[in-house]
């Protein structure tokens, strides 16, 4: 893949809801509206895919609802699609509307490989009907090894991430996300995972619970709350 460029796309950023993590040892900045940023291969492989970002998913006052809009549709799908029988991943499928977005808009050569780690995420994906999707359970951070397994190394056209907790795992409070409403506090991902929130809590020392509140939640009075 050496060389070769491909589109590193996330409507959020953007849409200026979150933060580029560092990239190739430079601190990144957000690029203009509906306009990709553009990586070689290089620079991908040296992306902090897990770099802090903010969601810019937000609760309705309810606590629901009705239907999960995708960040930026038509500009990241546009931004995204540089060859219409080209390879594209959506590296957070989330509840799919991008990823629907993109198989109408490419070509019947054309794929599409969804990731996502929530089990919920994935059942959506089953449901949609299209021989040209290839569905992976697990952290877009596996995405080289996905790539490679399915033999499409140097050949990726483009990636999507939308980075952030989905409005369908805020809204429903036994997730443990809610903002509003009372639940468990389990805040996976990945509900395979064993380890969640409130065993992590009730185990960890205080300033590993001080400096995750202070690095991930951006809490200046992180020390005091632990």
């Known amino acids: 893949m050496t060389g070769k460029k491909i589109k590193i796309y996330s409507p959020r950023l953007a849409a200026g809801t979150a933060r580029w993590g560092d990239c190739q040892g430079g601190r990144g900045v ?13 620079a991908v492989k040296n992306f902090d895919f897990r770099s802090k970002v903010k969601s810019s998913s937000m609760e309705s006052e309810d606590g629901l609802s009705d239907q999960h809009q995708a960040v930026l549709l038509n500009e990241s799908v ?72 399915l033999g499409y190394s140097g050949k990726v056209s483009g990636i999507l991430l939308d980075l952030g907790v989905s409005s369908p795992q805020l809204d429903e409070a036994s997730r443990g996300f809610s903002f509003l409403r009372d639940g468990p506090l389990d805040m996976r991902m990945d509900q395979n ?26 809490e200046r009075f992180s020390k005091r709350i632990a």
């Open 193 to 218: 995972q064993k380890l969640n929130a409130a065993m992590w809590i009730n185990k960890a020392k205080e300033e590993d619970i001080a400096q995750v509140f202070k690095e991930y939640g951006e």
């Open 30 to 42: 957000s690029p203009p509206l509906g306009k990709p940023e553009v990586y070689t291969s290089g």
């Open 78 to 149: 546009k931004a995204l699609i540089v060859k219409v029988n080209g390879i594209y991943v959506d590296a957070t499928f989330g509840r799919g509307g991008h990823s629907r977005e993109i198989l109408q808009q490419i070509g019947k050569e054309g794929v599409l490989v969804c990731i996502d780690k929530d089990h919920e995420a994935i059942k959506v994906a089953q449901q949609i009907n299209d021989e040209r999707l290839i569905i992976r359970q697990g952290s877009f951070t596996r995405v080289k090894e996905w790539i490679e397994e």
